[in-house]
């Protein structure tokens, strides 16, 4: 599958009446948005007529998930850790809340998705994610216990390592996804000026944190960046 400026072309495909796969090349023209109806299976069996479809429904829910809700819940993690324990409470509801929304946007790609979900890069990647993304609560309910006052044993160090760096490998792949995703689903110009916009406006806002907490951590020689003591 690859996107061209008329549409999106395929290779392959299923023949509806003996059900057996061609492999023939296809050209679907137009977007995602271009659809202004979607046929609903019901008892009046009439076409609905909206703006929202399975693709449409997919990109929001990611996005919400993705994009704001645990981008903010690892951005709180990293730099508020200062206001506890608010902090860990605000990390938890942005990460559960997200996750929520993630599993929605998981759920309408597989059905918007006929066939082989995840031969293609963007469905294989979007697995990967969601299963990174789904074992970070798991392993965090399986957190080794630490003491207050009390140096992390070798577990939770290990623990700790796994669970900050997943969720960040989680979160650049996410970013990579949703380009690529806005690039499949052939969106305006607009939306791809919108995106890139938001996409700076959080790295300068990531930067110019970091660079904050390295200042403050230098000053008062504070290097601990350690998950709450549970």
């Given at each position: 599958?690859?996107?061209?400026?008329?549409?999106?072309?395929?290779?392959?495909?299923?023949?509806?009446?003996?059900?057996?796969?061609?492999?023939?090349?296809?050209?679907?023209?137009?977007?995602?948005?271009?659809?202004?109806?979607?046929?609903?299976?019901?008892?009046?069996?009439k076409p609905l007529s909206t703006?929202?479809?399975?693709?449409?429904?997919?990109?929001?829910?990611?996005?919400?998930?993705?994009?704001?809700?645990?981008?903010?819940?690892?951005?709180?993690?990293?730099?508020?850790?200062?206001?506890?324990?608010?902090?860990?409470?605000?990390?938890?509801?942005?990460?559960?809340?997200?996750?929520?929304?993630?599993?929605?946007?998981?759920?309408?790609?597989?059905?918007?998705?006929?066939?082989?979900?995840?031969?293609f890069a963007h469905g294989a990647?979007?697995?990967?994610?969601?299963?990174?993304?789904?074992?970070?609560?798991?392993?965090?309910?399986?957190?080794?216990?630490?003491?207050?006052?009390?140096?992390?044993?070798?577990?939770?160090?290990?623990?700790?390592?796994?669970?900050?760096?997943?969720?960040?490998?989680?979160?650049?792949?996410a970013w990579i996804q949703i380009?690529?995703?806005?690039?499949?689903?052939?969106?305006?110009?607009?939306?791809?000026?919108?995106?890139?916009?938001?996409?700076?406006?959080?790295?300068?806002?990531?930067?110019?944190?970091?660079?904050?907490?390295?200042?403050?951590?230098?000053?008062?020689?504070?290097?601990?960046?350690?998950?709450?003591?549970?």
């Amino acid at each position: 599958m690859v996107t061209v400026p008329s549409g999106i072309v395929m290779f392959g495909g299923r023949n509806v009446t003996s059900g057996k796969e061609v492999n023939d090349i296809w050209l679907l023209l137009g977007n995602s948005t271009s659809a202004e109806q979607m046929e609903i299976s019901a008892d009046c069996g009439k076409p609905l007529s909206t703006w929202l479809n399975l693709p449409i429904l997919h990109t929001i829910f990611m996005f919400m998930s993705w994009g704001i809700l645990l981008q903010a819940g690892a951005f709180i993690a990293r730099y508020f850790r200062f206001a506890d324990p608010w902090w860990f409470r605000l990390h938890w509801a942005c990460q559960v809340f997200g996750l929520l929304w993630a599993i929605a946007g998981f759920i309408c790609a597989v059905a918007s998705v006929q066939f082989d979900h995840f031969s293609f890069a963007h469905g294989a990647m979007g697995l990967v994610i969601m299963i990174l993304g789904l074992t970070q609560p798991i392993n965090a309910i399986c957190r080794p216990h630490k003491e207050k006052g009390e140096p992390p044993t070798r577990g939770r160090k290990i623990w700790e390592f796994y669970h900050i760096n997943a969720g960040r490998l989680a979160l650049i792949l996410a970013w990579i996804q949703i380009t690529i995703g806005m690039y499949l689903e052939l969106s305006t110009t607009g939306t791809q000026i919108l995106w890139f916009v938001y996409f700076g406006v959080v790295i300068v806002v990531y930067i110019v944190m970091e660079i904050r907490l390295r200042i403050k951590q230098n000053r008062s020689g504070e290097v601990n960046m350690e998950m709450p003591k549970k």
